[in-house]
């Protein structure tokens, strides 16, 4: 099955499948240290930024 395949069926699928799925590509990405490092980076800055608005 190709990717534009795949993301074609997405949209058919449930919420609880499609946050599996995302569970699952976050999980690959995170095994890629440099990208581990940005999505920790991007969170850390999201909790500062809503620290900030309290």
């Given amino acids: 099955m ?4 795949i ?8 919420e609880a499948d499609r946050r ?3 569970e ?11 990208i581990a490092l940005c999505n920790q980076t ?3 800055g999201a909790m ?3 620290r900030m608005s309290v």
Avoid: Y
């Fill in 2 to 5: 190709s990717a534009t395949e």
């Fill in 20 to 22: 599996a799925i995302r």
């Fill in 24 to 34: 699952v590509l976050l999980d690959i990405a995170n095994a890629d240290p440099d």
């Fill in 48 to 50: 500062m930024l809503d």
């Fill in 7 to 14: 993301i074609k069926e997405l949209p058919g699928l449930s």
């Fill in 42 to 44: 991007a969170l850390e």
